[in-house]
């Protein structure tokens, strides 16, 4: 019943994939001449990882929390990082915000030219330029008032202990002035480990937090501002999986 529910995922996820670029391949192209920071675009690519979710019996997705009282205050969107599905879990919340992706994302078919249509941001790890011109896409969005979404860990971790956050969005929201938006994601480990494309039965919660203003704050601040977040994530993110594992028992 696994391996059959696995491939009935994979086959909706194709044919979600493959609907999902003509949608939002239109809707960059109505909306492209006065959306420069490809807002409605962005978030027609994020409903197509919504819809997958939808068609996927395997996965039970919820979000809660109080998302931002206008979206186009941009925001340095930052969450700890468990699996693949985190991207899907997070784009349920009802706001765009652009991603900062491994370049190796924007290679893969369909999905990549999604991505670009998106204006998402890529980065290859370990190449200074490409890190640079990272930044720069970053700073590009937030002055065309769209949030960006980074996961400060840099990587899936492969236990459950939270990674050390690095400081790049830290030094972006003080260099930018824009506050950070906390989220706090548990339950995605078990949708689709680390070093596996199988899908799993789970259960998944993500929570915004409270933002972090940056205003005053100068490059002194980044280490402080990145550890209130990263304190403020895990204990969000352990609160998550009690509440998870009581309505386990509770099943």
């Not at 086959?11 to 391949?25: E, K, P, S």
């Not at 001449?33 to 807002?39: K, S």
């Not at 197509?48 to 929390?65: K, S």
């Not at 970053?138 to 990587?155: H, N, Q, W, Y």
Request: with cysteine.
């Amino acid at each position: 019943m696994q391996r059959f529910l696995n491939a009935f995922v994979w086959v909706a996820t194709i044919l979600v994939v493959l609907v999902g670029v003509v949608y939002v391949a239109i809707v960059w192209l109505f909306t492209a001449p006065f959306d420069r920071g490809r807002y409605h675009a962005g978030r027609a690519f994020r409903q197509v990882a919504v819809a997958q979710v939808a068609l996927n019996p395997l996965w039970h997705f919820e979000t809660d929390g109080k998302g931002p009282d206008n979206p186009r205050l941009p925001y340095i969107v930052v969450s700890n990082h468990e699996s693949y599905a985190d991207i899907f879990l997070i784009s349920h919340f009802p706001w765009e915000m652009k991603w900062l992706s491994k370049d190796t994302m924007f290679k893969i078919p369909v999905m990549g030219w999604m991505m670009r249509m998106a204006n998402d941001i890529s980065i290859e790890r370990g190449k200074r330029e490409s890190v640079v011109s990272a930044m720069r896409g970053c700073r590009d969005r937030l002055a065309k008032k769209v949030s960006v979404m980074i996961f400060p860990e840099g990587t899936r971790a492969r236990t459950d202990e939270l990674l050390p956050f690095k400081d790049g969005a830290f030094k972006l929201a003080i260099e930018a002035g824009a506050p950070i938006l906390p989220i706090a994601v548990a339950g995605t480990r078990d949708c689709m480990a680390k070093g596996s494309f199988a899908f799993r039965r789970a259960r998944a919660k993500a929570r915004v937090l409270a933002p972090i203003p940056t205003t005053g704050m100068t490059s002194a601040d980044v280490a402080a501002l990145r550890d209130a977040t990263r304190d403020v994530i895990d204990a969000a993110r352990r609160e998550l999986q009690r509440e998870l594992a009581a309505h386990e028992q509770k099943v």
